[in-house]
């Protein structure tokens, strides 16, 4: 007799039911794994895209969202203070 189903009968539904737990448990492990490892391709890959584009031309990403940051505030706080 099976761990989950009390008759002799249901060993086949309870081993069926362990499979499938096995095979889902699988699958999940596969699909974290396979994300995490797009993360990391897709990351470096815009990494280096990003130094590329920065290293040939006169374009700064770190520069131009300092920038970006710094007129924002300014306009917030001439709205709050004007």
């Not at 009968?9 to 994300?35: C, F, K, P, Q, W």
Request: hydrophobic content about 40%; proline content about 1%; aromatic content about 16%.
């Amino acid at each position: 007799m099976g761990r989950i189903f009390k008759t002799p009968s249901d060993d086949a539904v309870e081993e069926t039911l362990r499979s499938m737990h096995i095979a889902n448990t699988v699958d999940v492990a596969y699909e974290r794994g396979m994300g995490w490892v797009k993360v990391v391709i897709f990351s470096t890959a815009t990494a280096f895209t990003v130094s590329a584009f920065e290293y040939y031309s006169d374009w700064n990403l770190w520069e131009s969202t300092g920038n970006w940051l710094k007129e924002k505030l300014q306009s917030w706080s001439n709205s709050i203070f004007d």
